[in-house]
């Protein structure tokens, strides 16, 4: 893994700007917002610690599970910081201004959060899901000691680089190697940090890359982001919870993993077929037959939007507008094995924010 | 498929193959229950041709009755308190005999429906289930309330295994808090059932009893009797 990038990643924090809910507020004039640099890679409740204080002479005597809110949309608290910033401000909002809530937790919308345990618990379930994507079980992590797990979960909560790297490291989740990095192993692995298990002799080799895709659209009449409407429902986003699978030798783009998880907007351009990257042993008769059918079901359907293509002068595919990750837009012909490596969160998850723009429905054609 | 090398898990597409035949047997075998249904993931956006592989089968508005497990005893008392409900399907009772002050309280909130969604995990590629409980006015019931409507089995169940156990996170496609039965370790077991029976182990892994078999045991955390034509099935 790369040292600069992952450093970047580790270091990039998101400047908040958070208010108090009118209703929470019992003086008068009512309190200044807090200023909190919140970490990309952290999760929003973990700032309690920082937010009640500064609002603790206006709170009511009795305070519930805090909660927070962006232009009316009720946050997700087990989705990382940065991936919310990513998401809900197309045009990114400095310092970005959120309401935090001390009462009346929407349950309804979002999963009960206790604090930082049900947060760890998350972060451990989805490392558990992690380790299962890349090695094909959980073992590694159900086995991790309470010790290691403490200190995985600190290490995130205050940013600890090293220490994550350490006891990360014994998780043995190599995801896929990739040859663009092995220069710079060699010289890390010499240093001794950052012991990894990427392989040095370097082809990208078959296997699957945890990933969490959010996407939404808009029309394709839009040009500026800012004119785009705001995301008031968390129902306007997909999202896609759903490893990447890379096959062996083929030179693999971030582009062609974000169309291979969204298969049904680029009909014609790209079509993954989970079945032919399986390797356990199969009844080869059934498979092709049922792999045959659905394939001619596919390949009629290309067929048909073909027609339509012709006498409707653009193509019905949808168009990547953008994807973010971390942060920061890359170019969509880098590695995907690149991106993986480098641009994951603790979770060792991928975590990608897409804007798609959908071509309006041409009613003539149809 | 060989049962050997199986390794207990089955793609997205077997899935839809797999509970589209679960349905369809499901339908032929008891009429008389509500049937289970095939819902298209209104995920992707409309307008645009999808492939259809996403999507969950539902089984919604289902009661837990009596009827669900034979061996539970029929309070008597419980009958002049809860006429009312009588004309309606009986709420679950438990298998000990609680006092009467308990079950007068249980049945006060009357009818108790559940909603199970069966969903693919694209990550651990096996089936998952997603359930809601909820009174005849849409109240919606919480874990608490929930496990008193389990058989009293369920309990060790869920403090014992491993692998069995219930949280609360977002259903997939509706993006609602439900409360979920964890999906570790179903694979191990599903390559075991399949081993185990030797006439499914000579036939090789039929997808179509894939569901059948998964439902049979997690069906039992909630009194779920599958009847026994949809198990005997053999192409």
Redesign the interface.
């Given at each position: 893994m790369n040292k600069e990038a992952r450093n970047f990643v580790w270091e990039g924090a998101i400047p908040l700007q958070i208010h108090l809910h009118e209703s929470q507020v019992t003086t008068v004039p009512p309190p200044p917002p807090a200023l909190i640099l919140a970490p990309r890679l952290g999760y929003l409740p973990l700032l309690a610690s920082q937010i009640k204080p500064h609002f603790s002479s206006t709170l009511p005597p009795v305070v519930d599970t805090i909660w927070f809110e962006y232009k009316g949309l009720p946050l997700?608290w087990y989705i990382p910081t940065g991936v919310l910033f990513d998401l809900l401000c197309a045009e990114p909002e400095r310092p970005w201004n959120l309401t935090v809530h001390f009462r009346g937790y929407p349950?309804?919308?979002?999963?009960?959060c206790e604090g930082e345990d049900s947060i760890k618990w998350s972060l451990i379930n989805s490392l558990?899901?992690a380790a299962?994507?890349i090695n094909?079980n959980?073992k590694n992590v159900m086995n991790m000691s309470q010790a290691d797990q403490v200190e995985l979960w600190r290490s995130v909560v205050s940013g600890n680089l090293e220490v994550y790297a350490r006891v990360s490291s014994k998780l043995k989740l190599g995801i896929v190697s990739d040859e663009y990095t092995a220069n710079s192993n060699l010289s890390s692995a010499r240093s001794g940090q950052f012991v990894d298990e990427t392989d040095i002799s370097g082809q990208d080799k078959a296997g699957r890359v945890?990933v969490r895709l959010y996407v939404w659209?808009v029309s394709e009449d839009i040009d500026d982001s800012e004119d785009a409407p705001p995301i008031d429902t968390?129902?306007k986003i997909?999202?896609?919870?759903?490893?990447v699978e890379i096959q062996e030798g083929k030179y693999f783009t971030l582009h062609d993993a974000v169309k291979s998880l969204l298969?049904?907007?680029f009909?014609g351009s790209f079509l993954i077929d989970?079945?032919s990257t399986?390797v356990?042993?199969?009844?080869e008769q059934?498979d092709s037959s049922?792999e045959a059918s659905?394939n001619k079901?596919?390949e009629d359907?290309v067929e048909?939007?073909c027609e339509h293509t012709k006498s409707c002068q653009k193509s019905?595919n949808?168009e990547i507008k953008l994807v973010r990750i971390q942060g920061i837009e890359p170019k969509l012909e880098i590695p995907f094995s690149w991106v993986a490596n480098n641009l994951m969160n603790p979770d060792y998850f991928l975590h990608i924010c897409v804007c798609?723009k959908?071509p309006r429905?041409n009613t003539t054609c149809r | 498929m060989d049962v050997l090398s199986w390794d207990g898990t089955i793609s997205s597409r077997e899935f839809r193959v797999a509970v589209r035949a679960f349905a369809e047997r499901w339908k032929e075998s008891n009429p008389d229950f509500p049937p289970w249904t095939w819902v298209p993931s209104a995920k992707r956006h409309p307008g645009l041709t999808s492939n259809q592989i996403d999507g969950y089968l539902t089984l919604e508005r289902l009661c837990l009755t009596e009827s669900t497990e034979k061996d539970i005893p029929f309070q008597e008392d419980s009958y002049e308190v809860t006429q009312v409900e009588k004309e309606e399907t009986a709420s679950f009772e438990e298998e000990d005999p609680a006092d009467n002050a308990t079950l007068v309280e249980r049945h006060s909130f009357g009818v108790h429906y559940y909603d199970f969604h069966l969903v693919h995990s694209a990550s651990y590629r096996v089936p998952v289930l997603f359930f809601r409980a909820y009174t005849t006015d849409g109240q919606p019931l919480v874990l608490d309330e929930i496990e008193k409507d389990l058989p009293a089995s369920s309990a060790e169940i869920l403090l014992e295994s491993k692998w069995t156990f219930i949280t609360q996170e977002d259903h997939p496609h509706l993006n609602r808090p439900w409360y979920k039965l964890h999906p570790c370790g179903t694979s191990e077991w599903m390559k075991l059932l399949f081993q185990s029976d030797t006439s499914m182990a000579n036939k090789g892994v039929a997808i179509e009893l894939y569901i059948v078999s998964w439902l049979s045991v997690v069906g039992q955390v909630f009194g779920l009797r599958i009847p026994s034509k949809l198990l005997n099935y053999r192409d």
């Open positions: 997700k349950g309804n919308v979002l999963t009960p558990k899901e299962y994507i094909g959980s945890p659209s968390w129902d997909s999202y896609i919870n759903q490893p298969p049904e907007y009909q989970e079945e399986r356990q042993g199969e009844d059934r049922e659905s079901i596919a359907g048909i939007l019905d949808a798609l959908i429905l | -």
